[in-house]
């Protein structure tokens, strides 16, 4: 059974930096297709940022160029670096697995999720 767990959630002042975690175990991470969605109080969950397996990536209009996503498969990790965060970052952010090559950028075709670490940005 693939797992997936986040780390590196907190709590940061506006224009700071976090760096968020997904450690995958049970699974072939190599061959895992990554992908980071978020979802911020009363509101649906919505995609963040993508690298399939081969290495090519995807962002959302929101974080484009303000957060970057790359993978380890020597640590079988997946990262998430934010950068010039802003309230409106503020959600539980959830790491996402599939094992088909799709979009993710929605939630059709998204086989595993991890529990979520919340980030808070400070205004």
């Known amino acids: 059974q693939v797992q997936l767990v986040e780390s590196g959630g907190g709590l940061v002042q506006a224009g700071g930096s976090l760096r968020l975690s997904c450690t995958v175990s049970?699974?072939?991470?190599?061959?895992?297709?990554m992908g980071w969605f978020r979802q911020a109080p009363g509101k649906e969950r919505e995609f963040v940022a993508r690298r399939w397996s081969g290495g090519a990536t995807y962002f959302a209009d929101s974080v484009k160029g303000r957060f970057t996503i790359s993978r380890d498969n020597a640590k079988n990790t997946m990262y998430l670096q934010m950068n010039s965060l802003r309230p409106e970052d503020t959600a539980v952010y959830y790491c996402a697995a599939a094992t088909r090559l799709v979009p993710m950028t929605d939630l059709y075709g998204i086989d595993y999720w991890g529990k979520g670490t919340l980030v808070t940005v400070s205004s």
């Open positions: 049970g699974g072939t991470f190599s061959s895992l297709h």
